[in-house]
């Protein structure tokens, strides 16, 4: 929170059974084929109090910890998305009351296609908006809110699943600003805000991510991400976006 108070947590659901995984365990239903165990489901949401530890839901009930895949799901589950799955959690934006919304990158149709969610509670219910296709589930995005209230979400977005190489297997594509002025409810495209001069042309661009002071507030007008052209070599670029 803004004032240092409170803790907001959201999270997926997610088999982190790395060392002797059955394959059955990774059947998703939806597709009716095998995933791996990287696609995070669902999302739920709490809240710490930092000055007595006690957590919360977002309806403001306590929350017994520690917090298991069962006891998530009957109180702290916010999204159930039917199977649909993402590589990354969602992105944490508060408005002036500190109430937390989000940024979700989602499966559709199969398991190449993607669509970016704003995630919001309305009179006391939790809406997904959709925003804009995107072409890989770790796309990482950024969304923030300025003076005015005015939603700005930064996009990974490009044409085609994004698949191979060392590199493009975690996504990458152009980056887009939209915006929303009605609090979420719809969207439009502001601008391109992608690298254009002749040294970059070609290139990838993931994790959008803002600046932040050593107190953890955010410096307003800067953006941090990174960037590669061959998508065999793991090497990438810092990029920093100052207006």
């Known amino acids: 929170s803004r004032d240092g108070k409170r803790l907001h947590v959201v999270f997926t659901d997610y088999d982190d059974n790395k060392n002797s995984p059955a394959p059955q365990r990774f059947y998703n239903p939806r597709y009716d084929r095998l995933v791996n165990n990287e696609w995070k489901y669902n999302l739920s949401y709490l809240s710490i109090d930092l ?3 006690a957590v919360y839901n977002a309806d403001g009930a ?3 910890t520690p917090v298991d895949l069962d006891y998530a799901k ?3 589950r916010i999204w159930d998305t039917e199977w649909r799955g993402a590589g990354i959690p969602p992105v944490v934006c508060l408005d002036g009351k500190d109430e937390p919304s989000f940024l979700h990158v989602l499966s559709g149709k199969n398991i190449r296609s993607h669509d970016y969610y704003y995630v919001h509670r309305k009179k006391g219910r939790w809406k997904q908006t959709l925003i804009r296709s995107s072409n890989h589930q770790w796309n990482s995005g950024h969304l923030s809110r300025d003076a005015k209230g005015i939603l700005h979400a930064y996009l990974i977005v490009g044409e085609g699943y ?3 190489g060392y590199m493009d297997k975690h996504g990458g594509g152009r980056i887009e600003e939209w915006v929303s002025a009605d609090k979420g409810s719809s969207w439009k495209k502001l601008r391109d805000v992608t690298p254009g001069q002749k040294p970059y042309q070609g290139w990838r661009f993931n994790n959008v991510q803002p600046v932040v002071r050593p107190d953890g507030s955010i410096v307003e007008g800067m953006l941090l991400f990174y960037g590669w052209k061959d998508k065999d070599l ?3 670029s810092a990029f920093l976006l100052h207006e």
Do not use: I, K, M
Request: charged letters at 15%.
């Open 62 to 64: 306590s929350v017994t």
């Open 162 to 164: 994004l698949a191979g």
């Open 51 to 53: 000055r007595n530890h």
């Open 234 to 236: 793991p090497e990438a």
């Open 74 to 76: 009957a109180h702290c």
